[in-house]
Structure formats: structure tokens, C-alpha cells
């Protein structure tokens, strides 16, 4: 923890990057392993959910069993303490992986969701948005005997669930247009808004240094900033269990639980400025 204080004191304004380590006190589990590796079934990929009507049936109804887990996790102690850190001055922008909306809900400001948010659903055809918890409702009305279903979830708020008819499924339309309601999530296979990339790639060069919490990085739209941090001189800091995909560019590498480590930072912070 000496390394990671020293790290913070020398590096005021901070570029942090989130990743869903981070979330996993909030009962939300991690995509990978240790190691890494992704665990579980894959994800859907954008094309297969817009070219196939039984793709979309399976995604949401896996999606009504599984986003309930997602929509009552509350935001946990690394959420706060992330918070405590910008208020006390140190983040210059706070960038996250997750679609769980945990940030902003701990109070942090003008989070840059990466991935989109999952509490949100989009119209394809005429660009509606819609609140998650109100599709659910609809979702649950049109499929009474898919609602109270369980099965175990990963952090985009689907579960890992294969041996139902999903043919007998009812999809919910846009209420307004009667089109394609999609989550308003980067699927796999789907680009990162480039406005959004922009935006952190801007808070990442004002910032002295970067630090990533709970992120394996192993998905390009997180590590490019690994990337970019790297070439432009900036050192990065990670908090993070297990292996990850810029472990050979960091400076400083705590093995701990986000949770752990930034407490313990902010009480470091903390300690040193009383003693000032």
C-alpha cells in the first residue's frame, strides 16, 4: 500500500478507469477469472441480436431473469471511496466499463459510461429512450411464466440460462414507434461511441497519471487507454486481483479488493493532511 499512497501523493490529478472488479461487493459478478479468462457463456454479439428475431428473444428473456440482480445492487465501499478521492481533489475524471450505474449512484459526477448504462433501453428505429425498470414491467406482463424464473447473472444484468423455449417468448416493442428496443449498452461487436472516446482521451491527457481499479483490461476499449498512457510518459497505477491485459506497463500494482486498497488509501490521505 506504500507504493499506491506514494503513487496518489506524487500524481494529484488522476485518470481512473473502472472496470467490474469493482462492482462484485455489490453482488454483481466478474466476467473473468483470475487469469483473465472469460467465464461462463458468451456474450451476445450486435449482429446476432439485430439479424435474428430468436436471438432477441433469448437476450431478453435471459434479460428479465437476470437484470433484477443488477437493478437492486447497491453501490458498495469501493464505489464511495472512489467518490471520497474526487472530493478530495485527486480525480481529474472518473471513466468506467460497467454498465451498472453504480458510480453515479455513490454520488460521483459526469461519470463517462464506456459501455452505456443498463438502466436505459434505446429504440432502434426512432432513437426513444426508455427506463430498464419500465421495459421490465412490460417484459413481465407479456411473459408471466418466464417472471420469478432465477438463474445466475453476469454484470450486463443477463443470465446464463440455454434450456427454455424462448420461441414462446414475447418481445416488447417501442411504445412509440412499435420498433427494435435494444439496451442501451456497447455489445460485443459494437464500436464505443467515438464522442465518448474522445471525451476520455481528452481527461486522460490533461491528467498527470492513470489508475485502474478492478479492470483485467482485457477488452481493447479499456486498455487503449493503458495504451495511450503508456506512450505518452504517464505512469499507471492498478488496483486489480489477478492478471491483466497491461500488467508488463504498470508502475504500481496492488493484488487487493478495490474496497480494501482505497479505503486504506483514504485513510492514508487523510492522515497525512492532519499532519500537515
Excluded at 417484459?139 to 420469478?148: H, K, Q, R, S, Y
Excluded at 474496497?259 to 500537515?276: F, P, Q
Amino acid at each position: 500500500m506504500n507504493d499506491l499512497f506514494d503513487f496518489v501523493e506524487r500524481h494529484p490529478r488522476l485518470f481512473v478507469l473502472s472496470g467490474a472488479g469493482i462492482s462484485t461487493d455489490s453482488g454483481i459478478p466478474c466476467y473473468r477469472d483470475r487469469e483473465g479468462q472469460r467465464t461462463g457463456r458468451s456474450p451476445i454479439l450486435l449482429q446476432e441480436f439485430l439479424n435474428s428475431d430468436h436471438a432477441r428473444r433469448r437476450y431478453w428473456a435471459r434479460s428479465l431473469i437476470g437484470w433484477p440482480v443488477v437493478a437492486g445492487a447497491e453501490p458498495n465501499a469501493a464505489h464511495h471511496a472512489v467518490r471520497a478521492l474526487a472530493s478530495r481533489g485527486r480525480i481529474a475524471r472518473l471513466v468506467t466499463q460497467n454498465v451498472d450505474g453504480l458510480h453515479t449512484r455513490a454520488g460521483n459526477a459526469d461519470v463517462i459510461e464506456l459501455h452505456g448504462n443498463i438502466g436505459r433501453v434505446r429504440c432502434l428505429d426512432c432513437g426513444a429512450q426508455h427506463p430498464r425498470a419500465a421495459v421490465q414491467r412490460m417484459l413481465e406482463a407479456a411473459n408471466p411464466a418466464f417472471a420469478g424464473l432465477t438463474a445466475p447473472a453476469v454484470p450486463d444484468g443477463d443470465a446464463q440460462i440455454e434450456d427454455l423455449d424462448f420461441a414462446a417468448f414475447d418481445v416488447p416493442a417501442c411504445q412509440l414507434c412499435g420498433g427494435v428496443l435494444k439496451p442501451d449498452v456497447v455489445f460485443f461487436g459494437e464500436s464505443v461511441p467515438r464522442a465518448l472516446v474522445d471525451d476520455a482521451a481528452r481527461a486522460l491527457e490533461a491528467a498527470d497519471a492513470m489508475l485502474v481499479l478492478g479492470s483485467s483490461l482485457m477488452v481493447y476499449s479499456g486498455y487503449r487507454f493503458a495504451e495511450w498512457a503508456h506512450r505518452a510518459g504517464k505512469p499507471i497505477a492498478a488496483i486489480n486481483i489477478g492478471r491483466t491485459r497491461a500488467d508488463a506497463l504498470f508502475a504500481v500494482k496492488a493484488e487487493q479488493p478495490c474496497a480494501a486498497a482505497l479505503g486504506a488509501l483514504i485513510e492514508r490521505l487523510d492522515a497525512r493532511e492532519l499532519a500537515r
